[in-house]
């Protein structure tokens, strides 16, 4: 379910849907990710649904093969994009100086970062920001529109149409690719933006498509909880997460209980540059937030940025892991594989006064899975913990719908015609998505394998 990317081939236009990075064993991803479409040089316009990493993160590699050609997305993607693509440049080149730096075998290869901060530049200037709504023609009959997904800040799913002349005459046909969809009745960003009339195809993604989250509205509630925990022992609450769009709806919680006095101001602090940036990316994008956010903040910024404390140097990261409690501490990485999290982690995962939640799925075979299923002792930076602190999990805090609302979204698509190729899911997932839409009246659902052979080269 990563690296997202999709080659179309219409009316001899060569079209690719997002490009993202793929995420895997080391030695897998550094293989499949230094791989771009043959003749990338020869693609005719890239487009993107949105700035997460696994659906833009690989267009510096397109641009260092020479790709020059326009990338569309929303003005808030490119903004979003930009910085997610320059802190990866920035881990890759420091990865690489390292590895090159330690000692190594004679007659080792020197490591090349996948991508430079150069590279992040070139794609920048290839990007063709569009609005919501506008439809652009790409040329030979072939034109697309972005459409609000309601995934994270900027998120689009896509309309392509095109004109077709088959033996029994001229017709016009559509292509929906989701991207991301995100979820109803979220803060901040609007419902994913219904799709009236049924298209004749649907690259769907299916992450969570055999699951049912959380309701919505039980979010507030275990989180204002957790919080009033941590004020009555005077302690350290620590949020994992993601600093694109996890990181924001967390702040918006916490405005909001400040705001209808359940709380008093207590310290919030985001420990993450990315998260930093983001976050200062939203408060510029005020049309794509949704009614309710709009009458919460008024004519004020997103997030009460005044009362938080944003740190951007390791020296302001020190500063807040030697706060004592009570309050907010929101760091990456949200699996607690590497980033400040784990300084954080240090400090706290001993004291049993301290609480770490996590806020959305966790890969296994990670820190933070071993956190979450409650392990008696964990490994942080090459030392053994006994884990005495607080751990909880707030369920219904995806960004992604789960299968109910996938389906929701994509019923007024669906005719007895249409024909659903189901992507960017794990096998159970994509196949639990498959049956719901047959079920729901599509013509017919695939799901496309993987081609190994081809990932081997």
């Not at 004592?324 to 300084?343: D, M």
Request: net charge neutral.
């Amino acid at each position: 379910m990563t690296g997202s990317c999709h080659l179309l081939e219409v009316n001899g236009l060569r079209i690719i849907l997002d490009m993202g990075l793929y995420q895997g064993s080391r030695d897998e991803a550094n293989r499949i990710n230094r791989q771009v479409p043959p003749d990338i040089t020869a693609v005719d316009a890239i487009l993107l649904s949105h700035g997460h990493l696994d659906h833009c993160g690989k267009l510096p590699v397109a641009a260092r093969a020479g790709y020059k050609g326009p990338i569309y997305c929303t003005a808030a993607t490119a903004e979003v994009a930009g910085i997610v693509m320059a802190d990866a440049a920035q881990i890759q080149e420091e990865n690489a100086y390292y590895l090159n730096k330690r000692s190594r075998s004679a007659g080792d290869a020197k490591v090349d970062p996948l991508y430079k901060g150069t590279d992040v530049a070139a794609v920048v200037k290839l990007m063709r920001r569009v609005a919501y709504g506008q439809r652009t023609e790409l040329g030979k009959g072939v034109s697309f529109t972005f459409f609000d997904a309601g995934h994270i800040l900027g998120s689009a799913y896509i309309v392509l149409e095109w004109i077709e002349n088959a033996a029994d005459g001229v017709r016009r046909r559509t292509l929906l690719f989701t991207g991301d969809i995100g979820r109803y009745d979220t803060p901040i960003l609007r419902d994913p933006q219904t799709l009236a009339g049924p298209v004749d195809q649907i690259i769907t993604e299916s992450t969570y498509g055999n699951v049912a989250h959380g309701p919505m509205s039980a979010v507030g509630p275990q989180f204002l909880d957790a919080v009033k925990f941590c004020m009555r022992r005077r302690s350290r609450l620590l949020i994992p997460s993601f600093a694109v769009g996890r990181t924001q709806t967390v702040l918006w919680y916490m405005e909001k209980f400040i705001k209808e006095g359940l709380i008093p101001e207590i310290p919030v602090f985001v420990d993450s540059p990315m998260g930093v940036e983001v976050s200062r990316v939203h408060s510029q994008f005020a049309d794509c937030y949704d009614e309710e956010t709009r009458s919460l903040i008024g004519s004020k910024d997103l997030f009460g940025l005044s009362r938080i404390t944003f740190a951007t140097t390791m020296a302001q990261s020190k500063q807040i892991n030697s706060q004592t409690g009570p309050c907010v501490i929101i760091a990456s990485s949200p699996a607690c594989e590497f980033g400040r999290i784990l300084h954080h982690l240090v400090r706290s995962v001993e004291n049993p006064d301290d609480m770490v939640i996590f806020v959305g799925w966790i890969p296994p075979q990670t820190l933070g899975r071993r956190l979450q299923n409650h392990d008696n002792r964990v490994r942080i930076l090459d030392r053994w913990y006994n884990v005495k602190c607080q751990i909880r999990t707030i369920h219904g805090l995806s960004a992604h719908a789960d299968g109910a609302e996938l389906l929701r979204f994509l019923g007024p698509t669906l005719k007895a015609g249409t024909q659903a190729h189901v992507v960017h899911g794990e096998p159970e997932a994509a196949e639990a998505l498959a049956h719901r839409l047959v079920d729901g009246g599509v013509g017919l659902a695939d799901i496309p394998a993987i081609d190994s052979a081809a990932l081997a080269q």
